[in-house]
């Protein structure tokens, strides 16, 4: 399978939450170096972290932990955030944002996919698709280039354009692996199981510990 890369980026300095006033709340950088980081080959399932993301605090919290969702840093050093109707507003505190509602719409479609998958239905209900269609469809999500190989000369690679982009690859090449998801029922956070994964298809835990705690606490509330 052809691997898919991202060179990445993030604040040393972290990020912000800044309301936008009739924009929203939107996702600032800090002002600090920029770290090159590469989070496709650190995180094998970060499509699952997104996933978990519900709240503007949770999406904070994953900006500092990996950066901007779609942009590492504003081209030509201006800064600038979409409106929207699609147009474009200057900022004036010299950094760039990104808006919290379009990214939690993001993770809700990431999680109504993973569910999909889950049913066997392989669909999703006809809004979600619409806004999916409406994320994707403008998107240059990568491409293809040249990469020196020991063995072979050459390979083909993926770079993707973004994280959020990153993603959205990382979780189809999971499900077109025949990948299920479950959410844990101790801490909630979503796993992998089936073919590959090393759990079975109905696992209920993501790790044995918390299948352990799990049935510990509910001993507890039962004496």
Known sequence: ???VTLNWQRDAAGYRLEDMGRYGKAIVRNGGKWIPTTPLAEHEMLYAEFAGIRTPEHLLAFANRHGYLSHAETTGGGAFYQTETG???QRDDGYSGEKVEDLLEAAHLVRQVMIAENSGKKSIALKDARSLTGLLETEDVGHFRLAAD???GFRFVFKATSLL???WIQLAKKAA???KFGT???CTNWFEKGPGTGKRADSEFC???HRVA?????RNKGG
């Open 1 to 3: 399978m052809i691997p």
């Open 87 to 89: 147009g474009f507003v």
């Open 150 to 152: 020991k063995k072979r």
């Open 165 to 167: 982009n990153a993603i």
């Open 177 to 179: 692996g025949g990948v």
């Open 184 to 186: 844990c029922r101790y």
């Open 207 to 209: 790790k044995t510990s």
């Open 214 to 218: 799990f049935n510990r606490q509910q």
